[in-house]
């Protein structure tokens, strides 16, 4: 399997992130890891293996990114608006040097699908909200779309609300949702298992199929059983599951 590693540098961040690239052909999948998570985690933790057979066959290519977490989201020492405008500066890095370098490595700009388990199911999901254009599919694996979960605190502003699916999905309305109907299509996969409830992860996700669904935005929900945990095993099993039907 081929496989290939690239640094590239953020003028937002002031610093350097990195991509790991498997796979030789096929639809490009931009992979965010679980929270705080880095570019090798998903080979680390065998999801790579588990759709070993799509890149074999040519039909994905994986796109493994960093994430920002620990100085975004997850730097509880400063408050929520804070993190999500340095959440942003991780969107400019993905939107201005991530996706050029996919396009390139790809032969073209062609639709990418976003990815993650966790927290990388938030990040999934909210860039084919945002950023539609660029990622119309979203697989999200054990998500919560709302970052105030995580020992939230601090007034909530324009930065927040704009990037927290559970607040703005409800908003939408008009041309842009309109365009959104036709455009995006989001797959919410979430068990019913050991830390799925503590995480908040079935209840968020519930939520925003919800909110999907009220406001017309194609999406499924897929909801495993209750021996289903919020672990890796179990989203090796729904990654290949639903790549093998997306792809």
Not at 8 to 31: D, F, K, M, N, Q
Not at 74 to 95: C, F, K, M, N, T
């Amino acid at each position: 399997m081929r496989r290939r590693s690239i640094d590239l540098w953020s003028p937002a961040i002031g610093s350097s992130g990195t991509v790991v690239s498997y796979g030789h052909w096929g639809r490009p999948v931009l992979v965010f890891p679980a929270e705080a998570g880095r570019a090798g985690d998903f080979e680390s933790r065998g999801m790579v293996d588990a759709v070993a057979d799509l890149l074999e066959a040519g039909r994905i290519k994986l796109y493994c990114v960093d994430s920002y977490d620990s100085w975004s989201w997850s730097d509880r020492s400063v408050p929520l608006e804070e993190r999500a405008r340095r959440h942003g500066a991780y969107e400019s890095w993905i939107v201005d040097q991530v996706v050029p370098w996919i396009h390139e490595d790809s032969g073209g700009p062609l639709p990418i699908l976003t990815t993650g388990p966790s927290m990388g199911a938030f990040h999934a999901a909210n860039f084919t909200l945002r950023r539609g254009d660029l990622f119309p599919q979203a697989l999200c694996l054990s998500g919560v779309y709302d970052m105030s979960a995580l020992h939230g605190w601090g007034e909530r502003g324009e930065a927040f609300y704009f990037h927290t699916p559970i607040a703005y999905v409800g908003n939408l309305h008009g041309d842009h949702l309109e365009w959104l109907r036709g455009q995006v299509h989001l797959v919410l996969v979430v068990g019913q298992g050991m830390w799925e409830d503590t995480t908040g992860a079935e209840a968020s996700t519930r939520k925003l199929a919800g909110l999907l669904a009220e406001k017309g935005i194609p999406h499924e929900l897929d909801a495993w059983g209750h021996d289903v945990a919020h672990d890796w095993p179990w989203w090796r099993r729904q990654l290949a599951h639903h790549l093998h039907r997306l792809t």
